[in-house]
């Protein structure tokens, strides 16, 4: 089973992968180590997880603007989401990041629920047509 949301394009791209979420903010400088990509906070819920190769889908980042430089580090370490998307608002830390670092990033339309977006399910990430695709796995 599958469904797509119309999001925002923020930053163009494709990309794919299974995908990682939380309702949770996430601070890029402080809470994710460039080098590994795993998220290091302990009071995250996705602590432990790794971003590499998802397609991470979280309302905001938080914290220092530097955290859009920890975003390019993980994409410089082969260590980055292939794609993110925001669902409540996209912060200039996130959508600068993904600028630099080239990795697509939608933002849902207001209208949205990720009530149905469940952990490693699959996503497509389509920033051409703002589509967000589900795969249900």
């Known amino acids: ?59 905001y980042a938080v914290g220092s603007s530097v955290g859009a430089y920890s975003i390019f580090a993980l994409k410089s370490n082969g260590v980055s989401p292939s794609g993110i998307i925001c669902t409540s608002r996209t912060d200039i830390t996130t959508a600068s990041g993904c600028a ?19 952990n490693y399910n699959e996503a497509i990430v389509d920033g051409i047509s703002g589509i967000l695709q589900i795969k249900k796995v």
């Open 100 to 118: 630099i670092a080239n990795i697509p990033l939608l933002e849902l339309c207001g209208d949205q629920d990720i009530a149905e977006i469940q």
């Open 1 to 59: 089973m599958s469904y797509s949301l119309r999001c925002k394009v923020i930053v163009g791209g494709k990309a794919s992968g299974s995908i990682l979420v939380t309702k949770q903010p996430i601070n890029f400088l402080s809470s994710v180590d460039h080098l590994t990509g795993m998220i290091t906070d302990k009071n995250h819920e996705l602590c432990g997880e790794f971003v590499k190769d998802h397609v991470l889908v979280f309302p």
